[in-house]
């Protein structure tokens, strides 16, 4: 951001409170906190960053009072060249950017991105052939009757994904997700001895299971994933593979995941979100081949509600960002700064999942430090430390209170975090935990929330962080009267 543009950005932001203001004061200062509390903490979520001014200022307007239900040139409502225009151009920048057939750019978030990729491929391959069957070229000629046949021949409606505690998500068929009710689940894991993908061992399970849609992707896999071998045992057990970026879209973007690591030209369906590494709106995608293009397109009104125009031209925004060499540099930054971090914890004695990293996240074990991850989570956020709890391969702590911490590196790089800070703040990490005690229950035995953290860790710790955060301002040159 330049000088001139942070003080336009400045002015525009001032105004806006003030109108805000003007009708309810109270979201204008929660707005206002916020920068300050974002400004003000080492933001370690993995799943977070911090968006340009420019793709921030393009939410806030009247793109957003448009309905555009259909797709571009197909609309059930009147009046939206303009939303074709925004929506054309944030998908051209898409297909570009990633090198995709097709791009969906309407999906509210990665969730919604998912339901429509599932959706896309059961009408793709379980829908068709039964239509024809029926005699039928489209689900509007089926009779009530043969809808019935129809719900009879949905045979295959088998998802394999990754479990939830080896790092999948919670839409790849975990039990209580929607994705687990829909479809017959199973899951693969990692390999117990080192945490990392075993491919064979996936194929095992593929052979067995013969899913119709295998699901590859992670929110907490510290590795890169060889997508090449992904389809390779999709192809081999006729299954279709969705790839959900989610969390690494910016590194695909950035070229730092290339050749059999790009999910792109081996995911049938990659869906992902816009506000993770790629570091747009909050929003979601689907990329797809040209097989499932019509499909995915059928996305609203199927699945979706209408389109967020504001938010998909705050999209073609973010994918005109993700296109420079700035950002080729973010992404490899991202990814150099995980490994400093990872080098940081582990030359300190601190236990890693698969022992390091090569993406943009860290796992630690804090069950090393005698705490499970909801305590060394509290624990640091009272450092001024925001991470998030996570669970560990075959968590002894369960889902709620599990037995990691998980860390990543797009948002802090974001604001020019290089190798000396993430390395400090690896050190201001581990002196946290390893002040931390666990407590005890009312009854005497081990807590797993409550903890003790020793008096002046806190202050310490979070004086260490405001060094760092004021040589590396978060949007510099804003500034709010
Ligand atoms: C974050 C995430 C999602 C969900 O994204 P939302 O925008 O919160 O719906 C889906 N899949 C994966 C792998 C994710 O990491």
Redesign the pocket.
Known sequence: MTDSVAATASTAYDAALKVIASVEPRIAEATRRELEDQRGSLKLIA?ENYASPAVLLTMGTWLSDKYAEGTVGHRFYAGCQNVDTVESLAAEHARELFGADYAYVQP???????LVAFWSILANRVETPALAKLGAKNVNELTEADWETLRGELGNQRLLGMSLDAG?????GFRPNISGKMFHQQQYGTDPATGLLDYDAVAAKAREFKPLIMVA???AYPRRVNFAKMREIADEVGAVLMV????FAGLVAGKVFTGDEDPIPFGHVV?T?T??SLRGP???MVLAQKEFAADVDRGCPMVLGGPLSHVMAAKAVALAEARTDEFKAYAQNVADNAKTLADGFMSRGTKLVTDGTDNHLVLLDVSSYGLTGRQAESALLDAGVVTNRNSVPNDANGAWYTSGVRLGTPALTTRGFGKDEFDKVSELIVDVLSNTQPGVTKAGSPSKASYKLADGVADRVRAASAELLDANPLYPGLQLS
């Open positions: 799943s509210h978030s990665g969730i919604d991105a998912n999948g998500h919670l839409t790849h992707g992670y929110s959900d970026m989610a969390h869906t979100t506000h993770k909050r929003g979601g």
